[in-house]
């Protein structure tokens, strides 16, 4: 039995239900409406004391983090892999999912965002340049890392999807979302439609979440 | 043979420079200046395309992103081990590993911080106050699944050390460097002090590396 505390504009939630989807695996969902606060409850913070979403309870265990809980995922159900074989092929995968999941997606997420608006009076004009700024930098080093190397597939790593595109997808679609101009980036955007066209991740897009249809 | 390409002062240099260390890996240092500017220059963003330390060489491979640098060293390099056995065992520590890694330690880096005062404006104060919203914000997580938690021992799990003590003890650093309180957070600074009585943690402090002594 596995239920995934979640909200459908979270990048960290849409990571979590693109590879349980892609591991075959069936989960429920309980909505923490972030634009409505849900998340820094009591109730909430006594699964997660972080207040964050995802966190994934498994038989009763609560799971904090999302590539915490990819990993466990990839150890608990290895079939398909997330990884691929041999130590210096693995490191190469996290190495990407680490620019997107630590140096980009932290910095833009809503609580950053509104801090800065809030405590730093920084303009709407002045968040979208900090928004760009991060992916920029960030995607100027996931592509040549894609561009240049021969283990690139039809995904990050090879023909078949893993960590590095799970994190990839959320983000593509986030900055997109704040009008990122990608054309810079030809084999992020070949690998993000290549995931979209797998029924595992377009499952997990926003638009197709429940609440999607009742929250501005 | 392993080259680290790092600087004293970077928190994710020194969290590799503690997992060399611990698993007892001989290691040349190839000094990257942050604070003139080397990782932004052309050679080294051959070595890494995000411009950014560490980057460890191993055998000739290049290997990025610290977190991903450690699990490859635990691949290949097992013991002594940086995670525990079983996979709800290992996902706690990866969760508390990111806590740190992905929401604390990127939003406090010095790229951001010059940032903040550049770009936005930000006084000192306003960005001292950023730094320690982040720590206060990622420890208020961190102290209560150390400190309620049976699995908690010596050091964050159990008593030996793994990759969540690593990441910790370059966040306090960097806090203490901040003049963060840390006074509400008992767990993490009884594991900090076990940490810092072991030789792989003290040979791999900021002040005793052999550039500490020539740069402000």
Redesign the interface.
């Known amino acids: 039995m596995i239920k995934l505390y979640g909200y459908f504009r979270s990048s960290a939630a849409f990571r979590v239900r693109i590879a349980l989807n892609l591991k075959g695996l069936d989960y429920d969902t309980e909505l923490v409406n972030l634009s409505t606060g849900d998340h820094l409850s009591d109730d909430f913070r006594r699964i ?5 979403v995802p966190a994934l309870v498994v038989d009763g ?1 609560v ?3 999302s ?3 990819m ?2 995922l990839e ?2 159900h290895p079939a398909p892999a997330f990884l691929p074989d041999g ?2 092929a ?3 995968v ?2 990407i ?3 997107i ?3 980009i ?3 833009n997420n809503l609580a ?1 965002l509104n ?2 608006s809030g ?2 009076s ?1 303009s709407d004009e ?1 968040k979208a ?2 928004y760009r ?1 991060r992916v920029t ?2 995607f ?2 996931v592509e ?2 894609l561009a240049e190397s021969g283990d690139t597939g039809k995904f990050c790593h090879g023909d078949m999807p893993g960590l590095a595109d799970i994190c990839l997808v959320p983000q593509v679609f986030n900055a997109q979302r704040f009008n990122c101009d990608l054309s810079s980036y030809p084999t992020i955007e070949r690998v993000f439609k290549a995931c979209m066209e797998m029924e595992a991740f377009d499952a997990a897009q926003p638009a197709n979440q429940p609440e999607a249809a009742g929250i501005a």
């Open positions: 997660n004391p972080q207040g964050r265990t799971l904090l983090q590539l915490a809980i990993e466990y150890e608990t130590a210096e693995r490191a190469r996290r190495a999912t680490n620019i999941a630590c140096d997606h932290p910095l950053i801090y800065l405590a730093l920084a002045q340049t900090w700024h930098e960030g100027n080093a040549p890392l």
